[in-house]
Nanobody, 122 residues
Framework: VQLQASGGGLVQAGGSLRLSCVASGRTFSSYALGWFRQAPGQEREFVAAISIGGGTAYYADSVKGRFAISRDNAKNTVYLRMNSLKPEDTAVYYC????????????????WGQGTQVTVSS
């Protein structure tokens, strides 16, 4: 599976963005999916994950209530809707695919996208 993330950009605090991650391959629907982010000088951190069937989602406490993850298996795409953005959300955002939800949440996904930059100005 190859993952291609897009949708990042520069936005003012309080604004919104929607990230997309398109996957190649015919087994997209067999993977749990997630988003991680890495700010300069910091370690990569978990943001959100969604189960294979899409019925279960997990979020980092820092984004809960502001971000929403979703997936469209027909389009081989996972989305991250980000609302009420804050300067501390500034980071490179990566999508990931793994065999189970725990694999993705634990950061041990088998597949990773190349990242898309999100910058939130104050």
């Amino acid at each position: 599976v190859q993952l291609q993330a897009s949708g990042g950009g520069l936005v003012q605090a309080g604004g919104s963005l929607r990230l997309s991650c398109v996957a190649s391959g015919r087994t997209f629907s067999s993977y749990a999916l997630g988003w991680f982010r890495q700010a300069p000088g910091q370690e990569r951190e978990f943001v959100a994950a969604i189960s294979i069937g899409g019925g279960t989602a997990y979020y980092a406490d820092s984004v809960k209530g502001r971000f929403a993850i979703s997936r469209d298996n027909a389009k081989n795409t996972v989305y991250l809707r980000m609302n009420s953005l804050k300067p501390e959300d500034t980071a490179v955002y990566y999508c990931a695919a793994g065999s189970t939800l725990n694999t993705v949440v634990g950061g041990t996904s088998h597949y990773w996208g190349q990242g898309t930059q999100v910058t939130v100005s104050s």
